[in-house]
Nanobody, 121 residues
């Protein structure tokens, strides 16, 4: 089995910062792309940022200049540093990863359970 466990969410005032972490565990051969998504109430889940196994990053326009995604391959962990937070960043943030498991053809797509981020005005 593979698990993705997120941490670091919480309540913060506008202009503040939070750092989310997501650690993968279980029977893992390798991890390809990792990403953070978010879903606000009444809205569709949207991609916030992604990072390849080699460290190439991509950001949603709403995250550019404020959020930074990074990963520690040795720890099988991806991070999202969020600065200058706005009330519109309020959402449940989900970790996503493409993970190769032993004896399984092709990477599987895995999700964390989500962590709530609330930004007050």
């Amino acid at each position: 089995q593979v698990q993705l466990v997120e941490s670091g969410g919480g309540l913060v005032q506008a202009g503040g910062s939070l750092r989310l972490s997501c650690a993968a565990s279980g029977s893992i051969v390798s991890i390809n792309d990792m990403a953070w998504y978010r879903q606000a109430p009444g809205k569709q889940r949207e991609l916030v940022a992604s990072i390849s196994s080699g460290g190439s990053t991509s950001y949603a326009n709403s995250a550019k200049g404020r959020f930074t995604i990074s990963r520690d391959n040795a720890k099988k962990t991806v991070y999202l540093q969020m600065n200058s937070l706005k009330p519109e960043d309020t959402a449940v943030y989900y970790c996503n990863a493409a993970i190769r498991r032993p004896f399984v053809a092709g990477p599987g797509n895995y999700w964390g359970q989500g962590t709530q981020v609330t930004v007050s005005s």
